[in-house]
């Protein structure tokens, strides 16, 4: 079955050190994969992806995500951390082009002034 | 560019009754999903569509219908609301499968 895990509901991270999202994922083949995230009360907003060539991926606000073959995972990072970036982080599979997106269960961020 | 519109924002239901969410998107793209998102649990697809006329089940269809007679609009409905049917619903939508989907702001539902 196609799976997406983020390990970790809560990270915690002090302002300005760096930060990482984990997110392996179980899916057949060369599948597409994306970060987002979603704020209190919001919709989820589109960070990043990855669809084929470089394994580092840069996205909006910073965001960075490393894409491991061999690992299966696809972790969110960012160099510095802001008290804005607190929110709730989704990683999401497309396992083909006309399949819908499967979707961890969440990691909620919290930075700490 | 509105993007993809969800109404109502909250709704409130008695065991039972029956509703239907509105979906709509402006962007002319093909792909259109529903989820749920429940506590704990991520976002779970409950159907989804690849492109006027055609709809398929997700993960949790059960007590949910929809139908897609235009490429715009992708409603929900819920045939016989009951409690376990508390949740956000997100509407979803995407041009083709390399592309990012671009969500609804949501609408809180709640079955008493």
């Known amino acids: 079955a196609q799976s997406v895990a983020q390990p970790e509901d809560q990270v915690n991270v002090a302002e300005g050190n760096p930060l990482t999202v984990k997110c392996t994922y179980s899916?057949?083949?060369?599948?597409?994969l994306f970060w987002y995230v979603q704020y209190p009360n919001r919709g989820l907003q589109f960070l990043l992806k990855?669809?084929?060539?470089?394994?580092l991926v840069k996205g909006s606000y910073g965001f960075e995500a490393e894409f491991n073959k061999s690992q299966t995972s696809f972790h969110l990072k960012k160099p510095s951390a802001l008290v804005s970036d607190s929110a709730l982080y989704f990683c999401?599979?497309?396992?083909?082009?006309?399949?819908?997106?499967?979707f961890g269960k969440g990691t909620r961020l919290s930075v700490i002034a | 560019n509105a993007g993809v519109t969800q109404t109502p924002k909250f709704q409130v239901l008695k065991t039972g009754q029956s509703m239907t969410l509105q979906c709509a998107q402006d962007?002319?793209?093909?792909?259109m999903s529903w989820y749920r998102q429940d506590p704990g649990m991520g976002l779970r697809l409950i159907h989804y569509?690849?492109?006027?006329?055609?709809?398929d089940q997700g993960e949790v269809p059960n007590g949910y219908n929809v139908s897609r007679s235009t490429t715009e609009d992708f409603p929900l409905r819920l045939l016989s609301a009951a409690p376990s049917q508390t949740s956000v619903y997100f509407c979803?939508?995407?041009?083709?499968?390399?592309?990012?989907?671009?969500f609804g702001q949501g609408t809180r539902l709640t079955v008493v």
């Open positions: 990855y669809i084929t060539g470089d394994n």
């Open positions: 899916v057949s083949g060369n599948p597409y």
């Open positions: 569509s690849v492109g006027a006329g055609i709809t």
């Open positions: 962007m002319n793209h093909e792909y």
């Open positions: 999401a599979v497309r396992p083909s082009g006309n399949t819908p997106l499967v």
């Open positions: 979803a939508s995407s041009s083709r499968g390399d592309t990012e989907a671009f």
